[in-house]
């Protein structure tokens, strides 16, 4: 295993640009899912795909967020006209779909700075 | 919003001592896992508990779960300066597929 990788690992972008991270899951899982983490809080729960389905959203997400997982293997996630409060660590983990128990591999996350 | 929440917030201990950590969350899960994040880094998988488990060993770590309080402890043993990090606990509803963190316990351990 390679691990999941994301990129960039940072990213310093001015309010109302738009911005775009791509993770490369684990070869072979099947579930591949978003989370948003700020300082000093846990994970927060974005959206997540099997294979190329997008299964779940958030609520909390708004429609500048957006996530794509076209062939069911890298997946970016996009957010448009980002604010000041987009500024967040975000993760990317995959799992296998069942089986495995649902253990979540984690990548090392991108970080974004909204200034 | 997120599921659980860990108790206490921050731990300081000195080393060989054992740390623990609790967990509690709101609704049925289909099983429960602890994490481990070191500073600006992704989260590591720990180890898992399952609905239907009361107990499990990893090494020196011992995770308890009791369903009918919701709530989960997380027990470091002989604790080493490079436990130092935060820990969560991730539960994954009976109901889908996602899976809810808490908010964390940061753990120091002195040397």
């Known amino acids: 295993d390679t691990g999941v990788s994301q990129d960039p690992r940072h990213k310093i972008t001015k309010r109302g640009q738009n911005v775009t991270f791509r993770c490369d899951p684990i070869s072979e899982h099947n579930r591949l899912y978003w989370y948003r983490q700020t300082l000093g809080q846990g994970p927060e729960f974005l959206t997540y795909f099997q294979n190329e389905a997008q299964l779940e959203k958030s609520r909390l997400l708004s429609d500048r967020f957006s996530a794509e997982r076209p062939k069911g293997s890298f997946s970016t996630l996009e957010i448009q006209r980002t604010e000041q409060g987009d500024s967040a660590m975000y993760l990317c983990?995959?799992?296998?779909?069942?089986?495995?128990?649902?253990?979540?591999?984690f990548g090392e996350g991108s970080r974004l700075t909204v200034l | 919003s997120q599921q659980g929440e860990e108790d206490p917030q921050a731990l300081s201990i000195q080393e060989g001592e054992n740390a623990t950590m609790n967990c509690s969350y709101k609704t049925s899960i289909n099983n429960l896992q602890w994490y481990r994040q070191n500073s600006g880094r992704g989260l590591v998988h720990l180890i898992l508990?399952?609905?239907?488990?009361r107990e499990k060993h990893s090494g020196r770590l011992r995770v308890t779960l009791d369903t009918s309080k919701k709530s989960s402890s997380l027990l470091i043993t002989a604790s080493r300066a490079a436990d130092t990090a935060s820990y969560f606990c991730?539960?994954?509803?009976?109901?889908?597929?996602?899976?809810?963190f808490g908010t964390g316990t940061s753990l120091t351990v002195i040397p």
């Open positions: 508990i399952r609905s239907n488990e």
């Open positions: 991730a539960t994954q509803p009976d109901t889908g597929n996602q899976f809810y």
């Open positions: 983990a995959s799992s296998k779909l069942a089986g495995a128990g649902g253990e979540l591999f």
